[in-house]
C-alpha cells in the first residue's frame, strides 16, 4: 500500500458568490494508494464533495483552483488533472477514475434502456465489439447479484433503488477504473439495501481490484469499509489515520465530536451528545483553529494560529495543538 | 405504441386514425379518383349526390375528386416547413443552452429579431419578389420564417434538463459533450419536440391556405386553399346551392388541423417510458 494513485498538493479551492469568495478548500494534502479504501468524514459544508469533484474535474464553473495540483499516477508519470486538455480529461473520467453520485437513483437516463446506457459509456471510449461490452456488462450485473438479461432490457424506473444504484456501480466499473469515488453510496437507501452494497462493495473489490474513495457522514460505514479514514472541517483535514486509530483513539476535538454524535449498539445507554455551534461561515472563518468556537479543548493560543497536520504516530496526524489531551469516546462497538 | 396506448386514449387514436385516413386519401386517392377536368355547364353547382358525393363547383366539376387531388402538396408543405423549422429550433436551441455566453446571447438575440418580424407581411413582401412558383420553395420559406419561438422553449428545456443528476452521471463516466445533447438530452424532449413538430405542421397549413387565398401564391395545381380561393371570387357562398363546393375544402382541411392536434395527445405516451404500460 504505498504506490500513491492520486496524489494531492497543497489544493485549495474557493467559490465566488454574492456575498465574497466561500473557501471550500484550504491547501489540502491527500494520497490515495493502490487497493485502498479512503473514508472522507465530516458535516455538509467540510468540503467533501468538493473534494471529490475536484479530483474528476467537475467542479461547477463558479469554483476556482488558487492554488494546488490534482496529479494522477499512471505507468510511472504524474498526470496534472487540472490541466488536461479536453479530450484527455474525457478518457480520464471513467477510464481512470470513475464516480459513483449520491443521487445514484435518479443518475440513470429516464428515457434509455439500461442497455444502451452501458452501450454508449463503452462506445464513447472506444470499445466498439458489442459482444465483448455485452458480456463485461453481464459479468458485472452478475457479481452485483442483478438478473444481467431482466436489468438490461429495463428503464431505470422498472427497478427499484438498490437495483438502480447497483446498476450504477456497474457502469462505474464498467471501464475498469483504478479509482472509484463514491459520493455518499448509500445515503438514500434502506437500511438492509445499505448492508447490501456494502458488502458488494467489498467483494467488488477485491474482485476487480480498484483503490476506492468515498464521502459519507455515516461513521459505521466508514469505521466498516475503509482502511484509512479522515475528517474534514472547514475545508480541511483535520485528522488522518488507520480507520481503527481514528475510531479507538481520535486525536482531534473534532472527530471525538463527530463519535459522541453516534450511538452504540452494545454497552452503557449513553447520552448522544452534538457538537455545539455550527459549521463555521466559509466566506469568514474564525482566526486561528476554525474549530475553537466549538471545541471544548479550546484556550487561548487556539484563536491565534491555526495548526498544521500535526504527527502522532506513524500515518496518523491531526490538526490539534493539543492532541495529546484529547481523548475519545468509549466507542469500541460502533460498528 | 402498442393496442393499450391507443385504448386509453380515445381523442389521440381517433387523431391518428383520421390523419392516417386523410393521408391515404390524398395519396393513394389521386391514384384511383381521376381528376375531374371537364366543363359541364347543365351541372353547375350541383348538390351532393351519388355521382357527386360534395356536389359540384362553379364550372360543373366534381368536387370530390378536386378533395381527393388537392391535399399532397399542401401535406408535403406542411411536412417539409414543420421539418425545417423544428430541425433549426432543436439544433439551435440545444447550442446556445450548452454553449452558454456569447454563443447563447448572440443566438438569442438572433432569434428574438426573427421573433419580432410580423410573419404574414414579410410573405407577402417575399411572395411578390420570390413569386413562388415551386412548393418546395414556399415550404423552406415557410420554415426558416417560424423556428424562433421554439428555439426558446427548447434552450429553456435543456437548460433545465442539462442540471439533471443523468447528465452529471454521464460526465463522470467521460461521454463527451455532443454526446451528451443527443443522446442524453434530446430523447428526454422528444415527445415535446414531436407535438412542436405536429403544431407547426398546423401552422404552416394555416400559412399556405391564408397565402393562396389572399392571392399571394400563384394559384397553380391543385389546392384545397386553392378551391376556397376560387369559390370565393366566384361568389359560391352566396347561393345556398354552391356553398358545398367551398365548405368542402374548408371541412377537410379543419379536419387535417383537428386530426394533427388531436393525434400529438398520444405522443408524451409513446415517447415516454414510465407513461408505456401499468
Known sequence: MTESLVSIRDLSIAYRGRGGTAQALREVNLDLYRDETLGLIGESGSGKTTLALAILRMLPPAAHVPQGQILYHQDGRAVDVLSLDAERLRRYRGEQVAMVFQSALSSLNPVLRIWDQFLDT????????????????????????????????????????????????????????????????????????????????????????????????????????????ATMYAGRIVEIGRTDELFYEPRHPYTVGLLQAVPTIHGDHRTLQSIPGSPPDLQRLPPGCPFHPRCPYARPACAEAEPDLLRISDGHRSACFFWDEVRGPDVGKIA | MNWTTLKRNPGGALGLAGFLAIVLLVIVGPLVVPLDTSTRLDQIYAAPSRAHPFGTDNQGRDVFSQIVHGGKDLLWV?????????????????????????????????????LTVPHFPLLAVLAGVLQFRSQTLLAIILGVLSWPALTRAVRAQVLSLKERDFVEAATALGLGRGHIIVREILPNMRSYVAISFVLAMTQAIYAQVGLVFLGLVPLSGQNWGVMIQYGWTRGAIFHKSSVYSILAPIMAIVLLKLSLVSMARIFDEIFNPRLQEG
Open chain 2, 78 to 114: 406542411a411536412t417539409l416547413a414543420a421539418g425545417i423549422s423544428t430541425s433549426i429550433a432543436v439544433a439551435l436551441g440545444s447550442i446556445s443552452a450548452v454553449a452558454g455566453g456569447h454563443v447563447d446571447n448572440a443566438l438569442m438575440t438572433v432569434t428574438d429579431v426573427v
Open chain 1, 122 to 229: 463503452a462506445r464513447a471510449h472506444g470499445e466498439t465489439d458489442q459482444a465483448k461490452i455485452r458480456a463485461r456488462t453481464r459479468d458485472l450485473l452478475s457479481h452485483l447479484q442483478l438478473e444481467p438479461e431482466r436489468v438490461l432490457s429495463a428503464f431505470p424506473h422498472e427497478l427499484s433503488g438498490g437495483m438502480r444504484q447497483r446498476v450504477m456501480l456497474a457502469l462505474a466499473l464498467l471501464l475498469r477504473p483504478r479509482v472509484v469515488v463514491l459520493d455518499e453510496p448509500t445515503t438514500a437507501l434502506d437500511i438492509l439495501t445499505q448492508r447490501t452494497i456494502i458488502d458488494l462493495l467489498r467483494s467488488l473489490r477485491q474482485e476487480f481490484g480498484f483503490s476506492m474513495m468515498f464521502i459519507s457522514h455515516d461513521l459505521s460505514l466508514a469505521a466498516e469499509l475503509a482502511d484509512r479514514v
